[in-house]
């Protein structure tokens, strides 16, 4: 298995509403990480977990809210977004949790809308 | 100036046409050098990874890097409508947080039947 598994694939929400979305492999990949990316702008990162501990924040509003299970699992819970958080949110995994950066892998995304 | 400058195009070319994207960057700490395309609502897929300078080939695509100049590039030889997509360049050191990319805009590359 060589694929990072993005559910949902499209979410519509509100402004007041809570919601998760979720990453997953099976690359055994040791760092996971989210991106947002705006259209026709590259990738931002924003939390890098490594070996299931959050090693980077890049000063993400706290609405932003990641949780690593295990070491195939990331989520993503959002609550109180703002309109402009509409984005498409990618999930990676890289091997090894510093260092390397072969193999990075990205999900296909979801595509979120807040409404 | 910025960490890593490609040209955001579009470019557009005919079938069968050798194209030829870009990438300058200014950090002498890169290391790893990426190629991405990313097709639209859709993922990056990973297409060319490089370390260090020097060329490497994949069947219609080779990507080359020259850390004196601080310029990387691929080429797409017998190009293909199917390979219509946005080409990021992406970046990193190495060491504590070299699993940090730095990507460049994107070039939107059209292939014209």
């Known amino acids: 298995d060589t694929e990072v598994t993005q559910t949902p694939k499209h979410l519509v929400m509100g402004m007041t509403n809570k919601k998760s979305l979720k990453c997953e492999q099976h690359?055994?990949?040791?760092?996971m990480y989210w991106y947002k990316q705006k259209a026709k702008k590259p990738p931002e990162l924003m939390f890098v977990?490594?070996?299931?501990?959050?090693?980077i924040n890049e000063s993400v509003p706290s609405r932003f809210s990641p949780e690593c299970p295990n070491s195939s699992l990331l989520n993503l819970h959002l609550h109180a977004l703002q309109p402009e958080d509409s984005a498409l949110y990618l999930c990676?995994?890289?091997?090894?949790?510093?260092?390397?950066?072969?193999?990075?892998?990205f999900g296909s995304g979801t595509r979120l809308t807040v409404v | 100036q910025k960490e890593v400058e490609q040209d955001p195009g579009p470019l557009s070319v005919p079938e069968g046409a050798i194209v030829s994207l870009n990438c300058t960057y200014s950090?002498?700490?890169?290391?790893?050098f990426m190629w991405y395309r990313q097709y639209s609502r859709k993922g990056p897929e990973l297409l060319m990874y490089?370390?260090?300078?020097g060329n490497k080939e994949d069947g219609r695509f080779t990507a080359q890097v020259d850390k004196s100049s601080k310029y990387i590039s691929l080429f797409i030889r017998d190009s293909q409508p199917s390979d219509s997509a946005t080409y990021l360049c992406a970046m990193s050191g190495s060491g504590a947080g070299s699993y940090q990319l730095t990507f460049g805009k994107g070039t939107k590359l059209s292939v014209i039947p």
């Open positions: 977990y490594s070996y299931e501990k959050l090693s």
């Open positions: 950090n002498s700490a890169f290391q790893y």
């Open positions: 490089t370390y260090s300078s």
């Open positions: 990676a995994s890289s091997q090894d949790g510093a260092g390397s950066t072969r193999g990075y892998t």
């Open positions: 690359m055994g990949h040791r760092a």
